[in-house]
DNA sequence: GCTATATTGGATTTACCACTCCAAATCTCG
DNA sequence: CGAGATTTGGAGTGGTAAATCCAATATAGC
């Protein structure tokens, strides 16, 4: 059983935007309020669409959760693009860092990360929503990873160092961070966890020689 | 304006039996499914009490959701018993790390964090839950605090180390741990985060002289 | 232009779920 | 034991939100 992309249904360029007008709508709404405190009709009334236009591009509420998850995931890993790949000197992770804690400062230090906050709420709900996620991550991660392990072939970094493990854990201390400022609305939180997480690889990296 | 406690309110002993039922079986139940999906129905049945009962303890299903925030506070910090205001030294931290990672495997990686889970759900839908959950982590974090300060304050820790700081990226590396944990359905990331943040705060420790 | 298909409007249905209500049973304490 | 308070049973209610339905309009491709 394969699962259809929009581009697959027949949909018309004006189809298409319509769709992606209430993907939107949604995804912003779901950032603000969760799963569960949004409804189809907020939906519908946010993107200007009809009850028959949302139930004509999904065929239910979980179907449109599912492409939330999906623009998220773009939208969230998009908007680190500059960085993401590129991460293999201190001086760029730093300034990946000051990014993430930039973001957040705009946003108030609300709403958490939306890859986070959706995965705590529906993880557990929907097998595939946590399939979603977990690819969503590993994306992220790849573009962690591959920096760290370009740091550690070229020997920027000990050869005893793990990049592939230092790269977990930096994505978790950046979703860590992310929850406990999201929670005390206060980016020290993702600063600190950030931080420590950076100093521990700069303490493995190699003296210039 | 002071809100009454459950004792403050005249519940006889079995009154409050039948309370920690209910509040047991929901805490259960929205670990499991979430909020959103706990209906106040299912609390019945697993609690074995009537929907009078319910709402003769708690005025709604938000009041009885704060409920269940302070029992999982309580639950979570004291799990940890042994552990928290004792991690003054490398070997208790490694203790209390391996501690984590059994308990998540003994739960199949499945649910995450009580408190993370809770947060990333019901933080933005009702600003009391957010206070809620923040004096939580924050006692969660005293906890491994004050076993920083003591290695600080004994001088195991290099002078211009930040226990504090430490302790909120020791936390955040927990918590991001879990979620990752969670959604990979596997120890490693909790495992890589927490190693990474423990090898950090030991390359911190003065060498023994 | 004509036909099939895609898109849209919006009223309606269906189901569920939080919460109420009132009466009955049980307990407390003088 | 008796009066007042607490606890319990369970049917019922009101509102809400997901999903359906049918008809009308627009669009694409031959």
New interface residues.
Partial sequence: MTTLTAEERNFTPKGLATRGRIVEAAARLIH??????TTTEEVRDAADVSSSQLYHYFKDKLALVRAVIAYQTDAVIGAQDEFLGHLDSMQALRRWRDFLVRIQRGLRC???CPL??L???????VPEF?ID??RA?TRWEDGIRSGLRAMHARGALRKDADPD??A??????????L??T????NT???E??V???L??IE?LMKKRD
Wanted: hydrophobic share 45%; charged share 20%; net charge positive.
């Fill in positions: 603000e309020r969760g799963v569960a405190g609300a709403g958490g986070g906050t995965s705590s709420e529906i993880a557990e709900i946590r996620l977990n991550f493990r230092l977990t854990a930096l994505l978790a201390a950046v979703q860590g961070g929850l406990l999201q929670i005390r609305r020290k939180p993702l600190a966890a931080d420590a997480m100093d521990h303490s």
